[in-house]
Structure formats: C-alpha cells, structure tokens
C-alpha cells in the first residue's frame, strides 16, 4: 500500500454521509492539538493534508482520505477543547455516539494521546468507545520527543493503566515532529 497516494475523499457532517463501499477504515482519535493532524500527515508524508482538509468552522465533521484506493483513513473531530461552545460541545457527543453505535465498518481504531499528560476524562470516554467496537486499538503516545528517558516508561504505564488497556493493545511511542517510530505504526496498522 502507497501511503503517499492520498485522497480526500469528503467531509461528513452526520453518519447519513459516511463511505460504506466496504473498504477497510482506520479510525483516528484525539483530543484537540494533541497532534493528530501532525500524525496524520506524518503517516502520508504530507505538510499540511489534514489540517488543510478540515474546513474552518466545521470542527464537528468526520474527515475521509482515501489511501491508494484501498483503505480510508477517519479523521474524527478534536475533543476537550476548552473554548467550544456547549451547543458545539453536543453535536460532538451526538455525532461520535451515532459513529459508534454502527461499527460494523470500524478496522482499527488509533487513538492519540499527549505522552506527557495522564489521560483526560474524555480520552477515557473515548478508549471506551472504542474497546466496546471489538476491533484491533491502537495508542499512539505523541510528543515523545517532550519527554526524559526516564518519564517513558512511567508515562506509558499511567496512560495503559487510566485507559484500562488490554493486554492485546500496544501504545506506539510517537513523536510527529522527529518521525520516532514511524514505521512501527505503519507496520501495526496495516496489520488489519
Ligand atoms: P490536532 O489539533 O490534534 O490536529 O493537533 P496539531 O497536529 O495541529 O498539533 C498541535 C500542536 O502540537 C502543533 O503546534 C504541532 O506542531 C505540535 N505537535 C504535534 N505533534 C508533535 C510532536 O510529536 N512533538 C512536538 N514537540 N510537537 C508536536
């Protein structure tokens, strides 16, 4: 799979709007800038294709890219963003509760948390919403790059043990900005 030839394929206001042609689709997470567009074009080797796709103002969409014809990536709106309105804040919860309630179409989910930080409530919520999908989790553990040699290792286990991660889910030691570990996330998503 060519993950340079990459398509944007729509933005999705409700789930009416979702692709269900039965291409596998890789699910991406994570609160606001904790660098999910970072890791996004990180992984396709782009500057600007995910945040330049997501129109200004429609921050409660669901974005698609189609990756060479065969897999789509979801890039699911920012959560936990202080300045939202509460009006905003609900159409968020309504449209990731109607996402979630259909996951027939979901391959892996790819959850993006700050390396740095214990977990919110929200990334919380969202760990759970994806566990109860059934399908393969990804953790990927962003700005690496921020952390001492010696934080690692307890940083990653206070994410797994707030996020009560199975034993099955590995947590990727990312950093979007250096490119650490690119591969190794490569290799684990297209693993199914
Ligand atoms: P999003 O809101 O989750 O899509 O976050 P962005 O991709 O816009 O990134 C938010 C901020 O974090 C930007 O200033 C990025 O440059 C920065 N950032 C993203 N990934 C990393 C990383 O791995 N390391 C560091 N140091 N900064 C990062």
Redesign the pocket.
Known sequence: MNLHNVEFIKSAANVDAVPRDGLPQIVFS????????????KLLNRKQF??VSATPGKTAHINYFLIDKQVYFVDLP?YGYAKVSKSERARWAVLMESFFRNPAYITRGVM?VDSRHKPTNDDITMADWFKATGCPLTIVA?????LKKSEIAPNMARIRETLELPDDVTIVE?????G?NKETLIAEIKCG
Do not use: C, L, Q, Y
């Open positions: 994570g609160k606001s800038n904790v660098g999910k567009s970072s890791v996004i074009n995910a945040r920012g993006i962003n700005k690496i790059d921020k990312f950093s979007a900005e250096k650490t």
